[in-house]
Structures are given as structure tokens and as C-alpha cells.
């Protein structure tokens, strides 16, 4: 099992582009969420979807949009990007919704704003 | 809103030595607590969760917590830390009674560096 994956490692963009991030879910998971961990700083939630669906919505413009695919993968949109989208996101993956059931987190994307 | 703070930003500490990491959260209603840990470069990894019954919850790698409600507490604890346990560690709480369900809240996280 490889757990939860994230593509790309590392990217680099430049303010005002747009960036899309992608997330497969540990085997047999079916809910994903996105989080934002700014340097120094916890993560912060962004969206989460279960059933290609967008289910709970943390504090985030709607320049940050998101999929989930029919094979539960996801993927993070962001728009218009500015300097202070600098940051590691994190994709997590567990079953279902409920708040007992462990998360599981990938390893990140770390997007750099110029 | 549930908010979760994390008493110390850096904690120092020889090796084989006790450490106590702490963390308080905002509301006394029924929530989840968790604690995860952040090796450089990775994703976050689950060290252990309390959900309900015994206040003491022991994790992995040695680690325990223990959930105070009356002091809105849960501090991470390890008798006798190793070099490996440097890393940043992060307290959070789930609100799943609130229409929350699993979004995780999170602390600024607390550096724990072993010295030899």
C-alpha cells in the first residue's frame, strides 16, 4: 500500500497563474482533505469531498476550488495566485466521515508564489 | 469556533530526559483530540487520538496524553526522549458533535529538538 501520494513534490509559480495539485487516497479510503500549512504555522483546513462532492469548507476564498474523481483521487485548483499562497499543502485521506476513523496524510506539495 | 494553542513554540531537551508537550483547546464541549507528529520534509504521522473512556491514551513510539476537561488540557508526554523524537508536533481537535465531522483543527505545532 502506498499510502496517500501527491503530485508534484515542489512547484513554483508566479502571482496572478493558476496551479492544480493532485492527491490519490491511501486503498480503500473515499474522503479527502485539503489543508494549507503556512512556514512556521499549522495546518489550516481547506475543503474536504466525499462522493465528488465538497462537504465542509474551512475559511478560504473561492479562488481555492477543488474535484474528487469517481476514483476517489482529488485535486486542489488555485486561482489568481498571490505571494501569500506560499506553503506546503497537505492531502488527507481516511473512510467515510467519521471523526473517529484516523487520517491519513501525504507528504505534500510545497508551492512557492514569486 | 474551536481554536487550539500550543503553550510552547520550541522545547530543548537532553537525550533520555522527560518531556512534556503541552496543548489546550477552546471549548468544553465534547470534541476529539489528537496529536501528530512532522518529521522535515514529510506529511503528518498519527502518534494517538482520544475519542472517548480513559483520559490516559497511550501512541506510538512511547508517547501518551492524558485529557483534562476541566482544564480544557491534552499534554503530550514521553518518560525518556531519543534523537529520532526530533521533530515538530502538532495537538488538534475535532468538533464531529457540531456538524464538524472530521475537520482537524490545528496548533502553531511545537519544535522538539533532542540534544545528546
Known amino acids: 500500500d502506498a499510502g496517500v501520494t501527491q503530485s508534484p513534490t515542489h512547484l513554483i509559480k508566479t502571482r496572478g497563474q493558476q496551479v492544480t495539485l493532485r492527491c490519490s487516497p491511501k486503498?480503500?479510503?473515499?474522503?479527502v482533505s485539503w489543508y494549507q500549512q503556512a512556514l512556521g504555522q499549522g495546518p489550516q483546513f481547506i475543503f474536504q469531498?466525499?462522493?465528488?462532492?465538497?462537504?465542509q469548507r474551512g475559511n478560504f476564498p473561492d479562488r481555492f476550488s477543488g474535484h474528487q474523481f469517481p476514483n476517489y483521487s482529488s485535486e486542489l485548483n488555485v486561482n489568481a495566485l498571490l505571494l501569500g499562497d506560499s506553503a506546503l499543502y497537505l492531502c488527507?485521506?481516511?473512510?467515510?466521515?467519521?471523526?473517529?476513523?484516523?487520517?491519513?496524510f501525504g507528504p505534500g506539495t510545497r508551492l512557492t508564489v514569486l | 469556533a474551536q481554536s487550539v494553542t500550543q503553550l510552547d513554540s520550541q522545547v530543548p531537551v537532553f537525550e533520555e530526559a522527560p518531556v512534556e508537550l503541552r496543548c489546550n483547546y477552546s471549548?468544553?464541549?465534547?470534541?476529539?483530540l489528537f496529536w501528530y507528529v512532522q518529521y522535515p520534509n514529510q506529511g503528518l504521522q498519527l502518534l494517538l487520538k482520544?475519542?472517548?473512556?480513559?483520559?490516559l491514551v497511550k501512541g506510538i513510539n512511547g508517547f501518551e496524553a492524558e485529557f483534562n476537561k476541566s482544564q480544557t488540557s491534552f499534554h503530550l508526554r514521553k518518560p525518556s526522549v531519543h534523537i529520532s523524537d526530533t521533530a515538530e508536533y502538532f495537538c488538534?481537535?475535532?468538533?464531529?458533535?457540531?456538524?464538524?465531522?472530521?475537520?482537524?483543527?490545528f496548533g502553531a505545532g511545537t519544535r522538539l529538538a533532542v540534544h545528546p
Open positions: 471549548s468544553s464541549v465534547s470534541v476529539y
Open positions: 488538534a481537535v475535532s468538533d464531529p458533535f457540531s456538524g464538524g465531522y472530521n475537520k482537524l483543527i
Open positions: 488527507a485521506s481516511l473512510e467515510g466521515l467519521a471523526g473517529y476513523n484516523e487520517q491519513f
Open positions: 469531498y466525499y462522493e465528488e462532492e465538497e462537504r
Open positions: 486503498s480503500g479510503h473515499d474522503t
Open positions: 482520544y475519542l472517548s473512556g480513559s483520559t
